[in-house]
């Protein structure tokens, strides 16, 4: 089998994060419009994750021993990354907040966090991977409704730089999309 060493792949990607709904590139070499609707959050640290996986259910009959079919049960998709620059706006984000929850008080600013209240509506948001393809071509990977679910931890110690890992999990749109 022959190498095509074209298709091979290295390198960083840059992740962004909109409100659900934003507007997306018409084309993988489009413009991101920063601030609005997109914002960079800047550097990651050990690169970014997405993992797809399926679940199946397979069908039994009881005269034959090999499964006739499997049937798709549940499917997850996921992006998986430690943002290294520590801003508020970066932890607004991995708090499931909007960026407006980040308020300027004279030279200060301050994070505002939601309630706390079961049931009610969380802020989903879409985010968009640009990274390179192989041939050297772009590419761009959008998760349109998405919703940060790990854990945010923010370690400050004297021997190691501070970080804000993520995990942000795709959710269902619509049946066209």
Do not use: C
Not at 14 to 36: D, H, R, S, W
Not at 63 to 72: F, G, K, Y
């Amino acid at each position: 089998m022959a190498v095509t060493t074209t298709n091979l792949l290295q390198g960083p990607a840059n992740i962004y994060v909109g409100l659900f709904g934003a507007v997306e590139p018409a084309t993988a070499v489009a413009a991101i419009t920063t601030p609005t609707p997109w914002r960079d959050l800047g550097g990651t640290q050990g690169g970014l994750k997405v993992e797809i996986s399926k679940e199946y259910m397979e069908l039994e009959v009881d005269q034959i021993a090999a499964s006739p079919e499997s049937r798709l049960t549940k499917w997850t998709a996921k992006l998986t990354t430690i943002l290294a620059e520590v801003t508020l706006e970066n932890l607004a984000a991995a708090m499931n907040e909007l960026a407006a929850s980040v308020v300027t008080v004279s030279m200060d600013k301050k994070l505002e966090l939601g309630g706390d209240l079961v049931g009610v509506p969380v802020n989903y948001v879409a985010i968009l991977l640009d990274g390179r393809a192989p041939s050297g071509k772009n590419r761009r990977v959008i998760i349109r409704r998405a919703l940060q679910v790990g854990a945010v931890e923010q370690a400050n110690a004297k021997d190691g730089q501070t970080f804000i890992p993520v995990e942000f999990r795709a959710h269902y749109v619509s049946p066209s999309i």
